[in-house]
């Protein structure tokens, strides 16, 4: 994204941009920052770390890395994971491990046997229970809440 690009946004030249991310990047703001004006977001940069660790908060940004999750989520899409909603809302997405593997899935309640379905929406990937076996070390990390389709240079 180029200084005429920004400049025809900030004339109202043009409504709105497909490039945010690269506006973000351009401006070493947050694409979330941009979208919603949300001082939450202001000190995060266009890129954020992300850790997988506790340390994951509100602020996590993950890149898809696979395509579990096509047509929805694409490899390379930037997700925001709002890691302070944690119970599972059915059909609802969330960044989750799995034995310290980062899983991108829909989650779905299993009733009153404890159990959650993780589900891909691209169908060439398989489904799986989780919370089978007490060897599991599963961890929440949060919803996600807002995805951004990148497009690599």
């Known amino acids: 994204m180029g200084q005429s690009d920004i400049s025809k946004l900030e004339r109202g030249a043009v409504a709105e941009t497909t490039g945010i991310v690269r506006l973000a990047i351009a401006l070493d703001v947050s694409p979330v920052y941009l979208e919603t004006a949300d001082d939450r977001y202001a000190g995060l940069g266009a890129l954020g770390a992300i850790p997988l660790s506790e340390a994951m908060d509100f602020r ?51 009733g009153a046997c404890g159990t959650m379905t993780a589900r891909p929406d691209n169908t060439r990937h398989p489904s799986f229970v989780l919370g089978t076996s007490t060897s599991e070390k599963l961890q929440i990390h949060g919803r996600a809440r807002f995805a951004w389709r990148t497009i690599q240079l």
């Open 60 to 110: 996590s940004i993950v890149s898809m890395t696979d395509c579990a999750m096509a047509p929805t989520l694409m490899s390379g899409d930037l997700l925001v994971i709002d890691s302070e909603t944690t119970m599972v809302t059915d059909n609802a997405i969330y960044a989750f491990s799995l034995n310290e593997t980062l899983f991108v899935r829909r989650l779905f309640n299993n």
